[in-house]
């Protein structure tokens, strides 16, 4: 069984940073051999991938929408890694998955999700 805890999700305004937290568990769960990659899903929309970084950390992938303002990083001896969010637009705002799995952006890809950490907008 493996366990993907995000936290660090609250009200942020706009242009403000934030930075998540994705903790994986799991007596066979590797931590290193697995991507680690984000999504986001507003109210009333689908799913999106945001980000991923590979197992080693060497390589990191972003949707465009975010890329230059957000950065995905892990430690591998230390577990979690992070979502770190910057020049927040009102784009961004949404509950934020982590997900491990493969090199994939897809959703269905991944068969280990987190219950994921909102991050709405304050007015």
């Known amino acids: 069984q493996v366990q993907l805890v995000e936290s660090g999700g609250g009200l942020v305004q706009a242009g403000g940073s934030l930075r998540l937290s994705c903790a994986a568990s799991?007596?066979?769960?590797?931590?290193?051999?697995?991507?680690m990659t984000w999504f986001r899903q507003a109210p009333g929309k689908e799913r999106e991938f945001v980000g991923r970084?590979?197992?080693?950390?060497?390589?990191?992938d972003y949707a465009d929408s975010v890329k230059g303002r957000f950065t995905i990083s892990r430690d591998n001896a230390e577990n979690p890694i992070y979502l770190h969010l910057n020049k927040l637009k009102p784009g961004d705002p949404a509950r934020y998955y982590c997900?491990?799995?493969?090199?994939?952006?897809?959703?269905?890809?991944?068969?280990?999700w987190g219950q994921g950490t909102p991050v709405p907008l304050s007015s």
């Open positions: 997900a491990a799995g493969g090199w994939s952006t897809a959703r269905e890809a991944y068969n280990y």
């Open positions: 799991g007596r066979t769960f590797t931590f290193s051999t697995y991507v």
């Open positions: 970084i590979s197992g080693s950390g060497a390589l990191t």
